[in-house]
């Protein structure tokens, strides 16, 4: 009975040490977000609200164009 104990904690210390060295390294490699992933989002972003402008922009004008009108 006593060696079971034995086996299963050194399984445990063992399995606690990998574990152990497998987020070290994950620690390590792990970097924020650089000026260039900033940059790339930006640039998406503003893309998107330039072919929402474009896409939409008439209809929008026409519209507030209508309700001005109207509102006369």
Do not use: H
Request: proline share 1%; charged share 15%; net charge positive.
């Amino acid at each position: 009975m006593t060696a079971l104990f034995q086996t299963l904690f050194a399984m445990t210390v063992t399995l606690g040490d990998r574990i152990e060295g497998r987020l070290g390294d994950l620690k390590q490699r792990e970097t924020g977000a650089s000026a260039v992933e900033y940059a790339l989002l930006v640039g998406a972003i503003a893309a998107a609200v330039v072919g929402a402008v474009a896409l939409f922009g008439p209809k929008l004008n026409a519209l507030f164009t209508s309700i001005n009108v109207n509102g006369k």
